[in-house]
C-alpha cells in the first residue's frame, strides 16, 4: 500500500501557482468572451446564478467536478471565458497529464504488440493445459502478469486523465463518445483492439466532426470485431484462397487450429473442412441495426427490417486485415454485395464497393433524425435526463449550421436558457465514474498506474469498457441509484477520505491546528469539498459524530468521508 | 479489488460473529432456520431470470422433430441425436440435461413460441418492453414486477421483498414499491475494521440520508438501511448449501445461491431477479457443443442445484426464464443468428404442472413464419406473465389489470403453467 497523506486540504488557492496562471489567463481576456454569435444570445443566462454558483454548475457538468479551490478560479476568469477555452482543448496545457501518462506503459503499446502478447498467453495456457493433461492450471506466468497489469493500466488511464487532466470538458466528451460507440473489451480480439480504437478513433475525433468520428468508428477494428461486421459477407462469395486457410482466427477459449497442425492427416482434413465451414457465408446484421439504431437515427428513426439488411449488405466487404494480428481496416471486393439496395428511401446503384459504405455513414450522418437522436443523448447528459426540448432543438440548430462541429453543437447547449435553468441546478445524479474521479478532485488525490480507482468505478457498477451490449452506460439516474449501490459509494467515500486507496495519494494541507474545533473542520469541509452546498442537517449529523473524536486526523478522514459519501455529493 | 474485497468479507464476517455470540441472538438464529418447516404453507416467491441478448429458443428447447429446423441450420442445428428428448418433437439442448429430472418429476414446464406483440428487433426496447409489461408503450414508468408489489396486499412488507442480484436495478422493479439492488450479499453494507465503527458509519449515513436526500436517494438509502438491520440476524458468509448443491461458478450460480440462502433465512424475499448475459449469438454460436451450449450448460447446472439446496421449499417457488426474443429461424452468414422473434420460457418448480410443452407451436414453414423469416409469437408474454401472478402469486383480476395496463388478462388464455 503506497499511500501517503501529507495533510489536508489544498486551501483556497489563492497564491498557488496554478491559479495564478489562470487568473493571468483570464486577465488577457478581460472584456468580450470570445464566444460566437450562438452563444451571445444567452450570455445573461449564467447571471441568474451567483458567478460562483455558474462556476460549480459549469465544473460539475462540463468538468468532472471541481478539486479545491477551483471554483472560485472560474468564477474570477468568468465562466463563459472558461468555458469557451475548454471548447478549444488543443489550445490548454496539459503537461501535467502528459507527465503522468508516462507512467502508463499499455500507451507504448500498439495494437499489433497487444495482439502478440495476447497470441503468446493464450499459447503458453494451452501449453501448460497440454502438459497438465487438460486439469486446470492456474499459474500466472510473467507474460501473463504483465499482460494483466496492462489491462488495469488502460481502465485506470481513463480515470486518470478523467482527474488530472485540464482539457476537462474534452475528457467529458471521450467518455460520451467511448458509450455512444460502445465496444466491450472481453470479446475476442477487442482485449487487445479497444486501447488503439480509444486512442486513435475516439480521442482524436472527440471534439471534430460527428460525421468523422462515425466513419472512424465504421472502419476501426474494434467496432468492426465488436458488432461482427468484419465477418459479413455477401451470400455465395469466395475469399482467394490466401485468406481462406485463415478464415476464422480463433479467440478465447476455442483452440487454435493453426499453431498446432496435428499429424495425423486425416484429422488435419477435418480440421481444414471445420475452418471452410466457419468460413462466413453470408450477411451479420448485427453492426447495420446498432448503426441506425443506436449510432445515428436511433431506434424511432423509421427504418425498417428491410433497411437494415440493406445497411448490412452495403457494409460486406468493410473488414479487417489479420484482427489476429491487430491488423488494420481492410475492404474486401470479394466480400462485397454489388448489388444495387435502399436505404431510407435512398437508392444506392450497383458497383460502387467501398464507396458506398462512405456514401452511406456521410447519409447517416446528415439525417436529422441522427441530428435529433444525437443531440437528444447530449442534452440529457449536459442538462437533464429528461432533455428539456428547448435544448435538444438548439443543438440540433448549431449541428445544422456547422456540418455536425461538435464543438458548436456543445456550444448551443451550454449557451442555452435550460443549461443554467435553476431546475437544472444539481439535478443530476453522478455515474459512478464522475462520483469516483469527482471525489478523487475533491480531495485532490494523485493517482498513479495500479487500477485501484477503475476497480471502485466497476464495484459501483460501472466497470469501464466492460459494457457488454452496445448501447453503453446509461446517463438516466435510475440506472445508478439503488440501494446496494448507495452502500458502496459510501464506502468507497470512506476509503478514500482514509487514504485507503493504494495509488491514491491524498494531498491536502489543513492549515488547520490539531485543535480544530468540529464546527470548523465541518465549514471547511463545506467550502472545500461540497463548495458551500451541505444542508443543515449534513453540517449537524457531522458535527456530532465528531464531538467524541479526539485524533484530529480521524475526525478529519471521518468528516471527508461522511461529505463524499453523503446526499449532496451524489449529485452535480 | 479481489484482495481487498476478500479482507472486508472475513472483517465483515468476524464483525458479525461478535456480535452473534450474544446467546439471544444464537438462539433465534437457529429457531429461523428450523422454524419455517413446521408451518403449513409458506408465502409464494417468484424468481425472475432474464437472458439479456435474445436466446435462442430453438436450440435451447429443439423443435428436432421438425425437418425445417436441420435444413435451415446446416451446421449449427442441434443433431436429433443429442437432443434430450422430452415428448417425441421437442427436446433440451443436450447442456440442459441436467433440468430433465425436473421435467420428469413433473415440475418443469416449457412455453414455445412466446414472446411479444410488437415487433422490434431491437435488444433494448424488446427488453424494455418485457420490463415494463407494456409492450409497444415506452412511457410507462415503472416495470411489471414492481406494479405486482404495490399491489400486493396480502404479503407482508419486508425490506427483502423483492430484491434484484446485480449493481443495478432492472427496470422490471424500477417503480414505487421498494426493491433491493444487490451485488455481493456477503459485502452488502458499510464496512469497517470493528463493529462499533461499522455500526456508527451505518449510523452517521443513515441520518445524513434520512435529512438531507431527496427523490431515489432518499427512497433507496431508507430500503439499503432497513436491509442492512435485517441482515444483521443473518450471516451471509457462513451460508452452505444444502444436500451437496454444486452451484457453477459465475454469476447465476452465485446469485441463485443467494437467493435460496434469503429465502431460505426468511427474511421475506417474495420477488427475486437476477440478469443472465452472453446469449447475443450473432457468430459462431455452435450446436451440441461452443459457445451457446456453455451457457445453456451454466443454466442448467444453475437451476439444478437451486432446486437440490431448497429442497421442500421448492414446493412455493416458482422460477421463470425470459429473454426479449428468439433469433433467426435460418443460421446467418457466421454460424450464428441474428435477432429473431418469438423464443421458449421455462417455468420451474413446486406449483408448476411441468412435464409439458404449452403453447401453440407455429411450426417453421416459411408461410407459418413471422415477416416469412422468424418464428411467430403465439403466446403473448404477458399471458404467461399473469397467469402466474395470478395463480402462484396471488394477484386478483383487479390487480392484473394495474399490474398490465392496456392489456385484459383472460385466464383462458392462461399457457396452464400453474395448477389451476
Known amino acids: 500500500m503506497k499511500y501517503r497523506i501529507l495533510g489536508w486540504l489544498l486551501l483556497l488557492a489563492i497564491g498557488s501557482p496554478l491559479m495564478t496562471a489562470w487568473r493571468v489567463v483570464g486577465a488577457q481576456h478581460a472584456a468580450p468572451l470570445g464566444m460566437t454569435e450562438t452563444s451571445l444570445r444567452d450570455t445573461s443566462s449564467p447571471s441568474v446564478l451567483s458567478p460562483r454558483d455558474s462556476a460549480l454548475h459549469a465544473l460539475n457538468r462540463l468538468a468532472y467536478g471541481p478539486r479545491p479551490g477551483e471554483v472560485d478560479g472560474v468564477a474570477a476568469e468568468g465562466v463563459m471565458h472558461w468555458i469557451d477555452r475548454q471548447l478549444t482543448p488543443r489550445k490548454i496545457d496539459d503537461g501535467a497529464l502528459a507527465r503522468r501518462e508516462r507512467d502508463f506503459r499499455i500507451l507504448d503499446y500498439d495494437r499489433g504488440d497487444l495482439a502478440g502478447m495476447y497470441a503468446e498467453v493464450q499459447r503458453e495456457r494451452r501449453e501448460r493445459k497440454l502438459a497438465a493433461n487438460g486439469a486446470a492450471d492456474t499459474t500466472i506466468t510473467p507474460r501473463d502478469q504483465t499482460a494483466r497489469r496492462l489491462a488495469g493500466q488502460f481502465q485506470e488511464l481513463a480515470v486518470v486523465r478523467a482527474a488530472l487532466s485540464e482539457r476537462q470538458l474534452y475528457e467529458v466528451m471521450v467518455d460520451f463518445w467511448t458509450n455512444h460507440f460502445n465496444v466491450y473489451f472481453g470479446k475476442g480480439a477487442d482485449r487487445f483492439l479497444t486501447p488503439d480504437y480509444i486512442e486513435r478513433t475516439i480521442r482524436p475525433n472527440a471534439m471534430g466532426h460527428f460525421e468523422d468520428l462515425l466513419i472512424a468508428t465504421a472502419e476501426s477494428p474494434a467496432m468492426l470485431f465488436y458488432l461482427d461486421n468484419w465477418e459479413s459477407v455477401a451470400p455465395g462469395s469466395v475469399p482467394p484462397a490466401a485468406i481462406r486457410v485463415r478464415a476464422r482466427p480463433l479467440f478465447g477459449r476455442r483452440p487454435n487450429l493453426f499453431s498446432f497442425p496435428p499429424r495425423d492427416p486425416a484429422e488435419q482434413d477435418s480440421m481444414r473442412q471445420r475452418a471452410i465451414q466457419r468460413a462466413p457465408q453470408g450477411i451479420n446484421e448485427n453492426y447495420a441495426r446498432e448503426l441506425l439504431e443506436l449510432h445515428t437515427v436511433g431506434v424511432d428513426g423509421g427504418y425498417t427490417q428491410q433497411d437494415v439488411i440493406a445497411v448490412a449488405r452495403i457494409l460486406t466487404g468493410w473488414s479487417i486485415k489479420r484482427p489476429q494480428q491487430g491488423g488494420d481496416f481492410e475492404f474486401h471486393d470479394w466480400a462485397h454485395d454489388a448489388g444495387a439496395k435502399q436505404v431510407l428511401g435512398v437508392r444506392f446503384p450497383e458497383g460502387h464497393g467501398r464507396d458506398e459504405g462512405l456514401r452511406l455513414l456521410k447519409m447517416l450522418a446528415s439525417l436529422p433524425a441522427t441530428m435529433h437522436h444525437v443531440s437528444w443523448k447530449l442534452c440529457q447528459r449536459f442538462v437533464n435526463d429528461d432533455p428539456p426540448d428547448g435544448c435538444v432543438d438548439d443543438a440540433v440548430a448549431a449541428w445544422k449550421r456547422s456540418n455536425g462541429d461538435i464543438r458548436e453543437v456543445l456550444r448551443a447547449i451550454v449557451s442555452g436558457p435550460d443549461f443554467w435553468a435553476p431546475r437544472n441546478i444539481r439535478a443530476k445524479v453522478k455515474t459512478p465514474l464522475e462520483f469516483v474521479v469527482s471525489a478523487v478532485r475533491a480531495v485532490a488525490a494523485d493517482p498513479d498506474t495500479t487500477p485501484r480507482l477503475a476497480q471502485v468505478v466497476a464495484r459501483l457498477g460501472e466497470p469501464l469498457f466492460q459494457h457488454v451490449a452496445p448501447d453503453g452506460y446509461p446517463e438516466m439516474e435510475a440506472a445508478w441509484v439503488n440501494s446496494g449501490a448507495l452502500l458502496d459509494r459510501m464506502n468507497a467515500a470512506v476509503a478514500l477520505a482514509a487514504g485507503k486507496l493504494p495509488g491514491v495519494t491524498v494531498i491536502a494541507d489543513s492549515g488547520l491546528g490539531a485543535a480544530a474545533s468540529p464546527d470548523k473542520i465541518v465549514a471547511v469541509v463545506d467550502r472545500e469539498i461540497l463548495n458551500g452546498t451541505m444542508s443543515e442537517n449534513t453540517k449537524r449529523v457531522i458535527t456530532r459524530q465528531l464531538a467524541d473524536i479526539t485524533n484530529p486526523e480521524q475526525a478529519r478522514v471521518l468528516a471527508i468521508g461522511l461529505a463524499l459519501g453523503g446526499p449532496e455529493f451524489q449529485r452535480q | ?420
Request: glycine letters at 10%; proline letters at 7%.
Open chain 2, 1 to 420: 479489488m479481489a484482495i481487498s474485497r476478500r479482507v472486508f468479507v472475513r472483517a465483515g464476517g468476524l464483525a458479525l460473529f461478535s456480535l452473534g455470540l450474544d446467546p439471544l441472538f444464537l438462539a433465534r438464529a437457529a429457531y429461523a432456520s428450523f422454524r419455517r418447516s413446521v408451518v403449513p404453507s409458506d408465502p409464494p416467491i417468484l424468481v425472475c431470470l432474464f437472458q439479456r441478448g435474445a436466446v435462442d429458443g430453438l436450440n435451447m428447447i429443439v423443435p428436432h422433430g421438425d425437418p425445417s429446423y436441420y435444413s435451415e441450420r446446416p451446421r449449427i442445428a442441434v443433431p436429433a441425436s443429442d437432443v434430450v428428448d422430452l415428448d417425441g418433437h421437442f427436446g433440451l439442448h443436450p447442456r440442459l440435461a441436467a433440468l430433465k429430472p425436473l421435467w420428469d418429476a413433473k415440475s418443469l414446464a416449457i412455453v414455445h413460441a412466446i414472446g411479444s406483440p410488437n415487433s422490434t428487433r431491437s435488444h433494448f426496447d424488446a427488453q424494455d418492453y418485457m420490463e415494463s409489461g407494456t409492450p409497444g408503450v415506452k412511457a410507462t414508468p415503472d416495470g411489471w414486477l414492481n406494479r405486482y408489489c404495490q399491489h400486493d396486499r396480502e404479503h407482508q412488507d419486508t425490506p427483502f421483498r423483492a430484491v434484484a442480484f446485480g449493481p443495478q436495478l432492472p427496470r422490471i422493479l424500477a417503480g414505487s414499491a421498494p426493491a433491493l439492488a444487490i451485488d455481493d450479499l456477503q459485502a452488502f453494507g458499510l464496512r469497517a475494521p470493528q463493529p462499533a465503527a461499522r455500526d456508527r458509519l451505518t449510523r452517521a449515513f443513515e441520518e445524513l440520508y434520512a435529512g438531507s436526500a431527496t427523490g431515489l436517494l432518499s427512497s433507496s438509502s431508507q430500503e439499503a438501511f432497513e436491509a442492512v438491520q435485517t441482515l444483521r440476524r443473518v450471516d451471509p458468509t457462513q451460508y452452505q448449501p444444502t444436500d451437496g448443491a454444486d452451484y457453477p461458478r459465475g454469476k447465476l450460480g452465485k446469485a441463485l445461491l443467494e437467493i435460496a440462502q434469503l429465502i431460505k433465512a426468511d427474511v421475506g424475499i417474495r420477488v427475486a431477479f437476477a440478469d443472465i448475459t452472453g446469449w447475443d449469438t450473432h457468430v459462431n454460436q455452435g450446436a451440441g457443443e461452443g459457445q451457446l451450449a456453455a451457457r445453456l450448460a451454466e443454466l442448467g447446472q444453475a437451476l439444478a442445484a437451486f432446486t437440490r439446496d431448497l429442497g421442500e421449499r421448492m414446493r412455493d417457488v416458482v422460477v421463470l426464464t425470459m429473454s426479449e426474443f428468439g433469433r433467426t429461424i435460418r443460421e446467418n452468414g457466421n454460424s450464428g443468428t441474428d435477432h429473431g422473434h418469438a423464443t421458449a420460457m421455462l417455468v420451474l418448480g413446486g406449483p408448476v404442472r411441468g412435464g409439458r410443452i404449452l403453447g401453440r407451436w407455429p411450426g417453421l414453414d416459411p408461410a407459418d413464419r413471422f415477416e416469412g423469416r422468424d418464428l411467430a409469437v403465439t403466446t403473448d408474454f404477458r399471458d404467461l406473465f399473469a397467469e402466474l401472478l395470478a395463480r402462484h402469486m396471488g394477484a386478483s383480476t383487479g390487480a392484473l389489470d394495474a399490474i398490465f395496463p392496456g392489456f385484459t388478462s383472460d385466464p383462458t388464455r392462461f399457457p396452464g403453467a400453474i395448477s389451476g
